[in-house]
């Protein structure tokens, strides 16, 4: 989605055609199919029902914008991005594993970014690294689906009589079983 707001930005400020308008069927034609909770399979094959021939437009659609405006306009930019980056931005046709919208990541790194920006202002200079570990920490259980207080409690009180750096694979927050 990234290449397409850059795509609206440039276009709208240019006015040129094959702005706005034109890439937004193309690319609101596959949200109902991710809105789904199906299989990988079905939403490989609802990906190509959905986004192959849209796709195919709008790639036939940003070639010809790119011959028609000027190589340095904001269209012309634009263009020139997304045909550069098209392989990468299509994979998804390719990968079903994959989702097209990410805001379950980015509602998940949301504290994490945030705090660490508060981080910068915790008083003591190796407070905020020290804090942001802990964070860091609190905040990969809860992706995990482990009780942090449970987990630290636990970890710290078996982290002295480990001996090996290998005995440690035991106490991320993905491996960790309580004691």
């Known amino acids: 989605m990234h290449a397409r707001s850059i795509s609206r930005r440039r276009a709208s400020r240019e006015g040129g055609p094959g702005g706005v308008a034109a890439d937004r069927p193309v690319l609101s034609a596959g949200t109902p199919v991710e809105r789904g909770q199906g299989t990988p399979v079905e939403r ?38 997304l045909l550069t980056h098209w ?11 994959t989702r097209l919208n990410n805001d379950l990541i980015e509602n998940a790194i ?28 609190v905040v990969s259980c809860r992706r995990h689906g482990k009780d942090p207080l449970a987990y630290l409690r636990d970890g710290l009180t078996r982290l ?20």
């Open 160 to 179: 002295p009589a480990m001996t090996s750096q290998y005995a440690l694979e035991a106490l991320t927050p993905a491996n960790w079983k309580p004691a």
């Open 110 to 137: 949301r504290p994490s970014a945030i705090g660490a920006r508060n981080f910068l202002f915790i008083g003591h200079p190796d407070a905020g690294q020290r804090s942001a570990t802990i964070y860091s920490i």
């Open 44 to 81: 490989a094959r609802l990906r190509q029902a959905h986004f192959a021939r849209p796709l195919k437009w709008l790639h036939r659609l940003a070639q010809t914008q790119r011959e028609r405006a000027l190589p340095e306009s904001q269209l012309g930019k634009a263009c020139v991005y």
């Open 87 to 97: 392989k990468p931005l299509t994979a998804h046709l390719q990968h079903e594993e």
